[in-house]
């Protein structure tokens, strides 16, 4: 199969035009195709696509293929590997900022122009550096699929310059701030959640996915074995945790037990109670009739506990950053710290809390000095 490139000047300047044919299978017939492109460069990359697909039997059909309609059948397929929240967010950027703007383009003329449009119109608006690389990333991500299957000659978004994210200075809180977020917590019907997440580190999905036979009671330890989120359509989605290291046996505090004792007994009461109306799934957190706690309705009450305690309004996932935190203020070693969040090796643990290792080294200094001077006293 062989294709033609033609040069065309025109009121508007020069363009390049590529021109190929060949068998449709479904009917038997020929096909006519063309592509375009302001260069010669870019039309002979397009037209070798375009012949490489249709000699291949894939994309013969897709000459008029919108952005829209690829990232549909994309999404579709993301939805099938990805986790619900991670679909969720790349559905919501195609909806809200891609669809709308880019989505009536033809996929296989994109050009970086296009792009440099869409980023340039996105930071007139206010969007930030950290939502536009998402962005960036997202279309990224769709443009390498369609250029694996043919579909593109290029991936257009190698072509830009990538979006810098920006870097938010960590909001945590210190010890007396957890201290009374913890002491207004304890009088709630979730005072076990809270300790938990704040004093273990639990993402929200690792603690919405705890269940009763995660807990050894006795010798205080809890598994981290799954993860729980919504899916689509109002349903529930079991996944494994984040990382490989996400997996993972803690060692409880004595107050997370104590707690996690009292939240036994009172959801106990409730489920004789409630009788057949109680939802077992086995969930140590859960609503009101034993299904699976809802994050908005988490989400909710957090707010509320922060305010009355009169703390500073932190993310929930900043419990987590507190909790770190306050590990390595006391001296924790950070594998230890790495071990007990789950990240996926020290390095992160390092990189992420590198503000709380200043402390750490002036006071492994002292340490070291006041070892030394003990060991010259006792020596004289």
Known sequence: MQGTITRRAGPRGVSWYGKYSFLDPATGKRVHRRVSAPTRKEVEALLRAAV????????ASDSRLTVAAYLDDWLASK????????????????????????????????????LDRLYAAKMATGMGGTTLHHLHCVLHGGLAQA????????????LV????????????????????FLAEA?????????????????????????????????????????TLSRGTGGTWVLGEPK????????????????ALRKHRAAQNAERLRLRQLWQDGGYIFTGATGQPLHVNSLTDRYRRL??????????????????ATLLLGQGIHPKVVQERLGHANISMTLDRYSHVIPGMQQAAADALDAALAAAGEAAS
Not at 52 to 59: D, L, M
Not at 150 to 158: D, F, T
Not at 161 to 180: F, G
Not at 188 to 211: F, I, K, N, Q
């Open 52 to 59: 490489q697909a249709a000699e291949n039997g894939t994309g």
């Open 79 to 114: 939805e099938r590997t990805v986790r619900p929240a991670t679909y969720r967010r790349y559905a919501d950027v195609v909806r809200v900022h891609l669809r709308p703007t880019i989505g009536g383009l033809k996929l296989a003329k994109l050009t970086p122009g296009d």
């Open 147 to 158: 250029l694996r299957r043919g579909l593109v000659s290029r991936n257009v978004c190698e």
């Open 161 to 180: 310059a990538t979006p810098k994210r920006e870097t938010p200075e960590m909001t945590v809180w210190d010890a007396s701030q957890a201290a009374a």
């Open 186 to 226: 304890d009088a709630s019907d979730l005072a076990a959640l809270w300790r938990v997440a704040l004093l273990c580190g639990l993402r929200r999905g690792e603690l919405l996915g705890l269940r009763w036979d995660d807990l050894d009671i006795e010798r205080g330890t809890l598994a981290v074995r799954r």
């Open 243 to 258: 990382t490989a290291t996400g997996r993972r046996s803690i060692a409880l505090p004595a107050s997370c037990v104590t």
């Open 306 to 323: 922060i305010a009355a305690a009169g703390v500073p309004r932190i993310r929930f996932h900043d419990l987590r950053h507190t909790c």
